[in-house]
């Protein structure tokens, strides 16, 4: 079946550091992904997402792209603040449903 | 707009009592959908909605109920309450499937 894997938290940077979250996904056709974050009491926002392979999504920032012959799609940014420190899921959309992943905590340090 | 709302915010009830929840939003979607969020399991899926008077359900629908009777409202009971459906609960609308989900602020239910 379909589901999506991806790197257990939290995850601890320093102000400025470069953020690597991996998420890996297992789909029997061709889904489109997507990152979603939720801050401190808040509902889920979509961050971005991308919906073919080789597609690179962006925002804010924030980077990940589509690679099907790893099945990947992991979120990057460059240089993170404070204001990043969130929960981070992946997820991808099958059909009419959408598989979240377990979701990622990240602690950004001033 | 006020996007997706949910009522209430926070909830406690005991083992065997009933409640809705209840979600609105005001820009013209089709579908709507309930997830329930707990540690470590990411949004599981429990009942979604592709239109006024239609309902299916998700990937954890039992113990759960719901209604779309309005375009604008997906409701959510609980008949008899559980500490197992202790969790938080998030509302989303989309106009499509092809189109992002807005969530709503969440419900945090306690059920003791």
């Known amino acids: 079946g379909n589901s999506v894997t991806q790197m257990e938290g939290p995850v601890t940077l320093s102000e400025e550091a470069f953020l690597t979250i991996n998420c890996t996904y297992t789909?029997?056709?061709?889904?489109?992904l997507f990152w979603y974050v939720q801050y401190p009491g808040e509902g889920l926002q979509l961050l971005l997402k991308?919906?073919?392979?080789?597609d690179k999504g962006s925002n804010k920032g924030f980077e990940a792209t589509y690679r099907k012959e790893t099945t990947s799609f992991h979120l990057e940014k460059g240089s993170v603040q404070v204001s990043d420190s969130a929960v981070y899921f992946c997820?991808?959309?099958?059909?009419?449903?959408?598989?979240f992943g377990k979701g990622t905590r990240l602690h950004i340090l001033p | 707009n006020a996007g997706v709302t949910q009522t209430p915010k926070f909830r406690v009830l005991k083992t065997g009592q009933s409640m809705t929840l209840l979600c609105a939003q005001d820009?013209?979607?089709?579908?709507m959908y309930w997830y329930r969020q707990d540690p470590g399991m990411g949004l599981r899926l429990i009942h979604y909605?592709?239109?006024?008077?239609?309902?299916a359900k998700g990937e954890v629908p039992d113990g759960y109920n719901v209604s779309r009777l309005k375009k604008q409202n997906f409701l959510l009971g609980l008949e008899s309450a559980a500490p197992s459906q202790t969790s938080v609960y998030f509302c989303?609308?989309?106009?499509?499937?092809?189109?992002?989900?807005?969530f709503g602020p969440g419900t945090r239910l306690t059920v003791t």
């Open positions: 909605s592709v239109g006024e008077g239609t309902t």
């Open positions: 991308a919906t073919k392979a080789d």
């Open positions: 989303a609308s989309s106009y499509s499937t092809s189109y992002e989900q807005y």
């Open positions: 997820a991808l959309k099958f059909n009419d449903k959408i598989i």
């Open positions: 789909a029997t056709g061709y889904p489109s």
């Open positions: 820009m013209n979607h089709e579908y």
